[in-house]
């Protein structure tokens, strides 16, 4: 409004001058006597005249002292809206003005929202990755990212629900409360841009304006990554440190490696069964973070590494390659022929297809592990017959969905860690030839009022409810639901991990589930709705809506013999004959 201030003084004073000299300026003489406007008659003509819809002349035909005088009017007219409308059009398109007015759009959006949401910072790969996955769950989003472009690209996502974005610095804690940090319906916020100097302000943001909201961060450095940890951030990623891990679990206990791998998938995805990592002699190709971390792993587990980098040794060993992994000379000198498998480490996805398809060809039974940089390169990495592709958006994106939307398969997962190979196995080959290898829905439910009233309700009166009783379809009770209990949590800090069917459920138990997305539905139906809940029970169908009820009561009061309500048993297929 500054701005305007002139062009809108400017054209008050052009009106205010013609007004005023088209009622002083004498008209056609009638009856020997000079007319004259009144100030309406003027302001009425000027009005016209100035924004070019043109009357003509009324209310009479004026003299030529008054079409001077207009004449003289309308070019002062057109040089003062000529200005003024150019101010406007230079204020509208100024990138200032579009921002705030951005701004004031996405707080209105933030305040708006009545469910629960999670912030993410960054929309990126791995955040493109998180915000699909958390739209196909039911779960809202903001964002925030400072690439404009990015933002665009979200505009342009056709997401069930829509999800405000907001252009901006997300290391700026009074961006973080714009977007939604102390909003009382904020479940959690990921820190995931490319910066660890952003990621680390992020965590700092949080820790001190947020404690009670959980905050999931990037550090690719572990100097980052301590600073945080100093903080109270209990939630630190590092997706080349992660898939060491992986890596060491594959090579120690490969089904427990794909168990991780199956339940912390992204959901509508399928989860591929590749051959197990073997040992024998490694080859490593780039040295770098993501490099070095294998190395410390292989290491670790007693395998011999042969590494090929354009940098030489920083001191001297025999196991060191100086040289360009794409060729297929240092591929040989690194004995790629005798090699059991090789890692394409560096960070060049050309590089690393190139180093590939050569060893491939040099030894095709070669265990090929890949790293892949950019996400957009996926049709590459899927077109060459790798055996693990290392996508480190893809394991922020299942690390963090994994912690926020099921908080208790963190505590599971660890205890899988902690197994021997064959309790895994046989867990793995149990659930995947029931539910199949794609990934499952993985959720949890607290016995308790609020999330499952009717279960809590039957509980606090003295009822015994087992697990195989509980776990039956509500549109068939003598079908089981295809899901499992993989975890139930009591306050008591009992855990009890892959409880058997007889474990009996008590009220504030956290169950840990995984199955299918039907059968997550049916049981949220189950331990919600009495109705639902006592067919699966007793078999009983009870009486629904107020109506029914009423009668049913009524019926109980007339009968002599006092039943509750007669049951009404729904009418089963009879069993196949053997």
């Known amino acids: 409004m500054r701005r305007l201030r002139a062009p809108l003084i400017l054209i008050i004073a052009i009106m205010a001058i013609s007004v005023l000299g088209l009622t002083l300026v004498p008209g056609v003489p009638t009856d020997g006597r000079p007319s004259h406007l009144s100030f309406f008659h003027a302001l009425y003509f000027m009005s016209y005249t100035a924004t070019t819809i043109g009357f003509g002349e009324i209310p009479y035909t004026f003299s030529d002292q008054q079409r001077l005088w207009i004449t003289f009017c309308i070019y002062l007219s057109v040089i003062g809206w000529a200005y003024t409308l150019g101010t406007v059009f230079s204020l509208l398109a100024d990138r200032n003005l579009q921002q705030a007015i951005r701004t004031q759009s996405f707080l209105r959006a933030v305040n708006d929202l009545r469910e629960p949401f999670y912030l993410v910072c960054g929309y990126g790969e791995t955040g493109r990755l998180i915000c699909d996955a958390l739209d196909s769950l039911g779960y809202r989003a903001v964002v925030v990212e400072i690439d404009e472009n990015k933002i665009g690209e979200l505009d342009l996502e056709s997401y069930r629900a829509d999800v405000p974005a907001l252009c901006a610095d997300a290391s700026n804690p009074e961006i973080l409360k714009y977007a939604g940090l102390t909003h009382p319906n904020c479940t959690g916020i990921m820190a995931l841009t490319n910066s660890d100097a952003t990621n680390l302000a992020i965590a700092i943001a949080a820790r001190l304006l947020a404690r009670k909201v959980p905050a999931l961060c990037r550090a690719e450095s572990p100097d980052t990554a301590a600073n945080m940890a100093s903080f ?47 040992h024998g002699e490694w080859i490593v190709c780039g040295r770098g973070r993501f490099g070095q971390m294998l190395i410390e792993v292989m290491e670790r587990e007693c395998i011999p590494v042969t ?58 039974s070669l265990f090929v592990i890949l790293r892949q940089n950019q996400y957009a390169n996926r049709g590459l990495f899927e077109a060459f017959n790798h055996d693990i592709n290392v996508v480190p958006s893809q394991i922020i994106a299942h690390e963090c969905l994994a912690i926020l939307t099921t908080p208790l398969l963190v505590p599971f997962l660890n205890e899988v860690r902690q197994r021997d190979e064959s309790w895994c196995r046989d867990l793995i080959e149990r659930l995947t030839a029931r539910l199949g290898w794609e990934v499952p829905a993985v959720w949890s439910e607290r016995i308790n009022l609020s999330r499952a009233p009717a279960l809590y309700r039957l509980l606090m009166k003295g009822r015994t409810i087992t697990l195989e009783a509980l776990l039956r379809s509500p549109s068939g009770r003598d079908d089981a639901l295809a899901c499992e209990v993989l975890l139930v949590d009591r306050d008591d800090d009992d855990h009890i991990v892959t409880p058997d069917e007889d474990v009996e459920i008590r009220p504030g138990d956290e169950l840990l589930l995984v199955g299918s997305t039907g059968a997550r539905e049916e049981f949220r139906l189950l331990v919600s709705n009495e109705n639902a809940l006592a067919y699966v029970l007793t078999g009983e169908d009870l009486p629904g809506g107020w109506i029914w009820e009423r009668l049913a009561a009524r019926r109980s009061a007339s009968s002599p013999t006092g039943p509750a309500v007669t049951p009404r048993r729904r009418a089963r297929p009879p069993p196949p004959q053997s």
């Open 307 to 364: 590494i090929i980098d354009r940098q030489g040794p920083p001191v001297t060993t025999p196991r060191w390659i100086q040289g360009d992994g794409t060729g297929a000379a240092a591929l040989q000198a690194a004995g790629v022929m005798q090699a059991a498998g090789i890692v394409a480490a560096t960070s060049n996805d050309v590089d690393n297809l190139s180093i590939a398809v050569t060893a491939r060809e040099l030894n095709p």
């Open 232 to 278: 109270g951030t209990r939630h630190i990623i590092n997706p080349f440190e992660k898939f060491s891990g992986y890596l060491a679990l594959a090579l120690h206990a490969p089904a427990a490696w794909q168990l991780l791998t199956w339940l912390t998938g992204l959901p509508g995805t399928t989860v591929e069964r590749h051959r197990n990592p073997p």
